[in-house]
């Protein structure tokens, strides 16, 4: 069995669009998405926070924002890991944070460094590394805007910078806004089909690594099931 940690913020949580602190079901947040694809042989490993950066403490919801801070202990708790996924960036984008596209894809960037320097894969090897690339934001975030005052033009830079960050550290890399946007119920998050729409391509990213003998069955799509709401027909 192969392992892969998601590390993320609220939407590898699952955070249900404009609903405080609910979370979509675990088959239904990307990452589940993701581990039904993939199937039986791949042990898939949640660990998203919300409110999570790149690198900072956040100075109002708590030093435990920090995405650096937490990551090596989280490695050493999950390891061995045959793949990890790091898509982080969009809490960047605060206005309290006041950063450049290039200082978040540096935050990035010390990311993988610590990844590498872990070694967390199977016998204390480098694991594949997966750099995702967070979508855009909504340019109208409505009473999220003062939050995120300044991020959307930034957020429309992160691809490039994050591929950028990818090529140097010969990394894989995938564009999550190649797939996905922000549901317009508060424009930061995703909503069910985004979260099937991205683990399903992620799967495919992970496929596309090679590892998979050709004579095995491959990540299989899901199809998005609405249940009907009481007295539907």
Known sequence: MRSVLCYGDSNTWGYKPAQIHQRFQPHERWP??????????????????AGRTTVHDDPIEGAE?????????????????????????????KARFNSSVFEISMGIAALVGDIKEARPGPNETIPEILVVSP?????????????????????LQLAQ??????????VHFFDA???????????????????FALGNAIAEEVESIGWFDASQ???????LHVPKHSGEK
């Open 32 to 49: 589940g998405v993701l581990r039904l694809a993939l199937g039986e042989k791949w042990m898939v490993i949640e660990e998203g926070l």
């Open 65 to 93: 924002k920090n995405g650096r801070t937490y990551l090596r202990p989280c490695l050493q708790s999950h390891r061995p890991l045959d793949l990890a996924i790091v898509m982080l960036g969009t809490n960047d984008l």
């Open 135 to 155: 979508p855009p934001i909504r340019e109208d975030l409505g009473q999220w805007q003062d939050l995120f005052q300044g991020g959307w033009s930034k957020s």
């Open 161 to 170: 910078a994050y591929r950028r960050i990818a090529d140097q550290h010969e």
């Open 177 to 195: 806004g190649s797939v996905v946007h922000p549901s317009a119920e508060d424009g930061t998050h995703l909503d069910r089909e985004g979260h």
């Open 217 to 223: 069955s491959v990540a299989r799509p899901l199809t």
